[in-house]
Structures are given as structure tokens and as C-alpha cells.
């Protein structure tokens, strides 16, 4: 059996497909192209009710959600490799950090596109409202929260080389990859996120993957 990824073009499923180079297995990569509403296609709600990727299958079983994905895979494909260190700290930030990206910081950052992209959604009437409104939000609760996230990320990178504090990128690092892309592709990352940034993208696996994957540019200016 060989996992298959499908694949949204400018999603999450970008760190997956670096993951499953990481991993070296067999997979095949099933491309899905967003519509000009910027949604998913209706195929993917074939793979999986909600329609969303990242999706993978893996012979009889489907398995959604970046966590639960990434989890799965190092699960059973990993044989020890990309594992955190074996500390009661490491483990600790390889538990940590693989949760906190979708429980704490995309929420802000999705919240912060939304509201870019509102008003010019909106009708023309009410734009200037909207607009108000919205930026009055994101300047009165979501840049300071953002702004917490980002100290607290580059404070504990400024310390650590890899998420959970290894030699070298584990489960932690995978789902941390969009929170990363989105801080310096708004010009929002430190020093230290910009010199992750660089370890990450010097590995072999991360290229393979963006050639592999098309366009990703998900994180776009907010």
C-alpha cells in the first residue's frame, strides 16, 4: 500500500509533503486546485466529508487533520527517525509545539487574513465601514496577541535550533512549518525565526517537496 496525499495547492499540505520527504516512503501525490473563491473543490469532499486538505489515505484508512496526520505518519513510518530528544523537556516541546500551531497562533493569523480580505468582499456601500470596523479589531486585539506569539516563538528559537530541541527537525517542526512561512512572509519573524527559516529550507527534503508541491503562496501579505 502507498499513502496518498491530496494535495490543495497554497494549504497546509505543503508541510506534509515535507514530512513524507523526510520520511523517505513511497507516496503518491493526488493535486487539488483551489477555485476562484479561493475554496477547496467539491472532489475533496469525496476523500473526506469536510472537504479540506491536508488529507491523506493510507490503504483503508483516511486520516485528516495536519496533527493527527503528522502524528500518524512518524507513528508508523518514522522507524526512530525524526524523534525528539529523549528528555522529559524534549518531549514536553515535541508535545507542546505540535498542538499550540493549530490550537493557538493559526487562529489569530487566519483571523488576520480574514480581515484583510473583508472588506473588499463586502458591497461597495459599506466597505469604508467595514473596513473601519475590522481594522479597528485586528489593531485593538489581534496585533497584540499576534506580537505575544511572535516574542514567545522567537525567544524560545533564539535557544533552540529545531522546535523540540534536537539536532534536527521533528513531529513539532512539520505543523509549526505554515505559523513559520506566515511570520516571514509578512515580514512579522526575528532573528531567530529568519535563521530557522534558512536551516529548514537548506534541507534536501524541504526543496524536493516545494518542487513537488506547485504553487505555495498561502501565507500571502496580511
Known amino acids: 500500500m502507498t499513502v496518498v496525499l491530496h494535495h490543495l495547492n497554497n494549504s497546509r499540505s505543503q508541510?506534509?509533503?515535507w514530512l513524507l520527504e523526510e520520511l523517505g516512503?513511497?507516496?503518491e501525490i493526488k493535486k487539488y486546485e483551489r477555485l476562484p473563491s479561493q475554496l477547496a473543490p467539491?472532489?475533496?469532499?469525496?476523500?473526506?466529508?469536510?472537504g479540506k486538505s491536508p488529507i491523506i489515505t493510507d490503504g483503508d484508512v483516511t486520516v485528516a487533520e495536519s496533527g493527527a496526520i503528522i502524528e500518524y505518519l512518524i507513528?508508523?513510518?518514522a522507524n526512530g527517525k525524526l524523534?525528539?530528544?529523549?528528555?522529559?523537556?524534549?518531549?514536553?516541546n515535541e508535545l507542546y509545539f505540535l498542538h499550540y500551531s493549530e490550537g493557538s497562533v493559526m487562529p489569530l493569523l487566519v483571523n488576520k487574513?480574514?480581515?484583510s480580505m473583508a472588506p473588499d468582499q463586502s458591497p461597495w456601500f459599506i466597505r469604508p465601514l467595514v473596513r473601519l470596523v475590522l481594522n479597528g479589531m485586528s489593531t485593538g486585539y489581534l496585533d497584540p496577541e499576534?506580537?505575544?506569539h511572535i516574542d514567545h516563538i522567537e525567544a524560545h528559537l533564539s535557544k533552540n535550533e529545531w522546535f523540540a530541541g534536537g539536532s534536527g527537525p521533528s513531529g513539532a517542526d512539520f505543523s509549526m512549518a505554515m505559523v513559520i512561512d506566515a511570520l516571514t512572509s509578512n515580514d512579522m519573524a526575528g532573528p531567530s525565526v529568519k535563521e530557522y527559516v534558512k536551516r529548514v529550507k537548506a534541507r534536501p527534503a524541504w526543496q524536493t517537496a516545494m518542487d513537488k508541491g506547485g504553487e505555495y503562496k498561502y501565507a500571502s501579505k496580511m
Open 15 to 17: 508541510r506534509i509533503l
Open 146 to 148: 499576534i506580537k505575544k
Open 42 to 50: 467539491p472532489e475533496l469532499s469525496k476523500v473526506h466529508p469536510l
Open 75 to 77: 507513528q508508523k513510518y
Open 83 to 92: 524523534a525528539p530528544p529523549d528528555t522529559e523537556v524534549g518531549k514536553v
Open 113 to 115: 487574513l480574514i480581515f
Open 25 to 27: 516512503i513511497p507516496y
